[in-house]
């Protein structure tokens, strides 16, 4: 070979290394042509380690450009890379860009589906979980659903906490009343200020009455297995030995004795609650024990003395106390107080006589602490509820408890009572009794010189707050059907009383 034919060869060769180093071979240059050939089945596994971290960096930097040309079905530069390797008739090369092809690929499926996490396994490769603030796990829905009942059974429970009270004076209204109809009533609810839980209370009335509650809204009755276990705890509070069985007269004197301590004169309704968990399976011993309270808590010459006291001092027949008392209640109290003495011994040596001489007593009771106008309002309110239960005719011993569940102190009680016998005498129901004391001006005016005479107390501001009671009507539907009365209806109320009739009611004898 000549020496120009060298020299010649030289330059090529020279020439065809410089290009194979500086010019891009098919988009992938010469340190990138190395690192695909480093990825061979007989690469060193540091050269591989090398080769994946490579691989990621292209993956997160390519990645968005590579899940848009999938989506317009265009060509990806791997596709290029594969084809370039098959014309250059490198196996090695071949495979190295297929695997690249299919890194590039896996890479823009995973940045597709960073918008819904998963832990499913796809391709052999395991996708990335999500972070905790993406998106609620199963687990944590599981959880809030579990906290839901326990939350609400504990604001239930501070629900009958603080409603207690007419909810125990609810349970006992439909033992003496029959009073469902009262009581599921929107009026009912919204006077005692339990309307927020309406469908609640009304499960537990149902309950009450022995209704299957069962398919109700709690029909897992957790609630009302709650309530009633939590009302129990109440009762056994208030009469210590309370477990809801019948008594014999022996123990429910003995009740009676041990809890003389919790009767007071400012909390009748409390006292009234307490009265009926002694003496709920007896009706006469209850009523009289209700009387009897309202007596020693307003008779004039016990003002001011509370009702424990008071109590000894009538069963001593103190000052002639136990003799006037007797006088003013009529039998039923007479019976009362013997009872007491023969089951307590500390006062069966003590005789109460002299009950004769004390039957035309006077304005017996103390009525210097009623607020007229209140009492009218009250009243009214009161008065409403009665109509309710218009069909069910309450007697009256029924409606005289019927008022001492709801006023607010013992005079009150006993002048209410006062004025719906005066009205019932001559009424053929009890909503014509009601629209009597509310619309007819002269009926009212026989009421205040009847009341005038037996309790030497003025009515003449009773009916100062009435239009804001009679404004109901307007607001429930079970008030509707209160009317005024008619002229025949009028008429037949024109017979009064005797004085001797006012002076026996003002006994209440017929108690």
């Given at each position: 070979?000549?020496?120009?034919?060298?020299?010649?060869?030289?330059?090529?060769?020279?020439?065809?290394?410089?290009?194979?180093?500086?010019?891009?071979?098919?988009?992938?240059?010469?340190?990138e042509?190395?690192?695909?050939?480093?990825?061979?089945?007989?690469?060193?596994?540091?050269?591989?380690?090398?080769?994946?971290?490579?691989?990621?960096?292209?993956?997160?930097?390519d990645?968005p450009?590579?899940?848009?040309?999938?989506?317009?079905?265009?060509?990806?530069?791997?596709?290029?890379?594969?084809?370039?390797?098959?014309?250059?008739?490198?196996?090695?090369?071949?495979?190295s860009?297929?695997?690249?092809?299919?890194?590039?690929?896996?890479?823009?499926?995973?940045?597709?589906?960073?918008e819904?996490?998963?832990?499913?396994?796809?391709?052999?490769?395991?996708?990335?979980?999500?972070?905790?603030?993406?998106?609620?796990?199963?687990?944590?829905?599981r959880?809030?659903?579990?906290?839901?009942?326990?939350?609400?059974?504990?604001?239930?429970?501070?629900?009958?906490?603080?409603n207690?009270?007419?909810?125990?004076?609810?349970?006992?209204?439909?033992?003496?009343f029959?009073?469902?109809?009262?009581?599921?009533?929107?009026?009912?609810?919204?006077r005692?200020?339990?309307?927020?839980?309406?469908?609640?209370?009304?499960?537990?009335?149902k309950?009450?009455l022995?209704?299957?509650?069962?398919?109700?809204?709690?029909?897992?009755?957790?609630?009302?297995?709650?309530?009633f276990?939590?009302?129990?705890?109440?009762?056994?509070?208030?009469?210590?030995?309370?477990?809801?069985?019948?008594?014999?007269?022996?123990?429910?004197?003995?009740?009676?004795?041990?809890?003389?301590?919790?009767?007071?004169?400012?909390?009748?309704?409390?006292?009234?609650?307490?009265?009926?968990?002694?003496?709920?399976?007896?009706?006469?011993?209850?009523?009289?024990s209700?009387?009897?309270?309202?007596?020693?808590?307003?008779?004039?010459?016990?003002?001011?003395?509370?009702?424990?006291?008071?109590?000894?001092?009538?069963?001593k027949?103190?000052?002639?106390?136990?003799?006037k008392?007797?006088?003013?209640?009529?039998?039923?109290?007479?019976?009362?107080?013997?009872?007491?003495q023969?089951?307590f011994?500390?006062?069966?040596?003590?005789?109460?006589?002299?009950?004769?001489?004390y039957?035309?007593?006077?304005?017996?009771?103390?009525?210097?602490?009623?607020?007229?106008?209140?009492?009218?309002?009250?009243?009214c309110?009161v008065?409403?509820?009665?109509?309710?239960?218009?069909?069910?005719?309450?007697?009256?011993?029924?409606?005289?408890?019927?008022?001492?569940?709801?006023?607010?102190?013992?005079?009150?009680?006993?002048?209410?009572?006062?004025?719906?016998?005066?009205?019932?005498?001559?009424a053929?129901?009890?909503?014509?009794?009601?629209?009597?004391?509310?619309?007819?001006?002269?009926?009212?005016?026989?009421?205040?010189?009847?009341?005038?005479?037996?309790?030497?107390?003025d009515?003449?501001?009773?009916?100062?707050?009435?239009?804001?009671?009679i404004?109901?009507?307007?607001?429930?539907?079970?008030?509707?059907?209160?009317?005024r009365?008619?002229d025949?209806?009028e008429?037949?109320?024109?017979?009064?009383?005797?004085?001797?009739?006012?002076?026996?009611?003002?006994?209440?004898?017929?108690?």
């Open positions: 070979m000549s020496v120009g034919s060298r020299k010649v060869i030289g330059i090529f060769l020279i020439v065809l290394f410089w290009l194979l180093h500086t010019t891009p071979f098919n988009g992938v240059n010469g340190e042509l190395g690192s695909i050939k480093g990825g061979g089945p007989n690469a060193s596994s540091d050269t591989k380690s090398s080769l994946r971290e490579t691989n990621r960096d292209a993956n997160s930097e990645a450009r590579a899940s848009t040309s999938r989506d317009n079905n265009d060509n990806t530069p791997e596709s290029s890379e594969s084809g370039s390797s098959s014309e250059s008739g490198s196996s090695s090369e071949s495979g860009s297929s695997g690249s092809s299919s890194s590039s690929s896996s890479s823009g499926e995973s940045s597709s589906d960073e819904t996490p998963t832990t499913s396994l796809e391709g052999g490769k395991r996708k990335r979980k999500a972070s905790p603030g993406e998106k609620p796990s199963k687990r944590a829905k959880v809030s659903k579990k906290k839901g009942p326990s939350r609400r059974i504990i604001l239930l429970r501070m629900f009958v906490k603080e207690h009270l007419p909810m125990l004076l609810a349970e006992a209204e439909l033992k003496l029959k009073s469902e109809s009262l009581l599921l009533s929107d009026y009912w609810l919204s005692n200020k339990l309307e927020s839980e309406k469908e609640f209370v009304q499960t537990i009335i309950a009450i022995g209704v299957d509650v069962a398919q109700t809204k709690w029909s897992s009755m957790e609630l009302v297995n709650s309530y276990r939590y009302m129990n705890q109440i009762k056994k509070s208030l009469v210590p030995n309370y477990d809801g069985h019948r008594k014999s007269i022996f123990d429910q004197f003995s009740m009676y004795r041990m809890i003389i301590h919790k009767i007071g004169c400012r909390a009748v309704q409390l006292s009234f609650i307490i009265l009926f968990l002694v003496f709920k399976d007896n009706d006469f011993l209850f009523l009289n209700v009387v009897f309270c309202l007596l020693l808590c307003s008779f004039t010459e016990l003002e001011d003395i509370e009702f424990r006291e008071s109590f000894g001092m009538v069963l027949n103190q000052h002639n106390l136990g003799a008392i007797a006088a003013i209640g009529g039998s039923g109290i007479s019976s009362f107080l013997s009872n007491i023969r089951f011994k500390e006062f069966s040596g003590h005789k109460i006589t002299g009950v004769d001489r039957q035309r007593i006077t304005f017996p009771i103390n009525f210097n602490g009623v607020n007229i106008a209140d009492f009218g309002l009250n009243f309110l008065l409403l509820e009665l109509h309710i239960l218009n069909d069910l005719q309450l007697d009256e011993m029924r409606t005289f408890l019927f008022f001492a569940a709801r006023l607010s102190s013992p005079a009150q009680v006993l002048l209410a009572n006062d004025i719906f016998k005066l009205v019932r005498a001559s053929q129901s009890t909503t014509d009794v009601v629209a009597t004391i509310l619309f007819d001006n002269n009926a009212f005016a026989r009421i205040q010189r009847n009341v005038m005479e037996m309790h030497n107390l009515l003449r501001n009773m009916k100062d707050r009435f239009d804001s009671c404004k109901m009507n307007d607001n429930f539907a079970e008030l509707v059907g209160i009317r009365y008619t025949i209806q008429r037949s109320f024109t017979k009064t009383p005797t004085h001797k009739e006012i002076q026996l009611r003002a006994k209440y004898s017929f108690l």
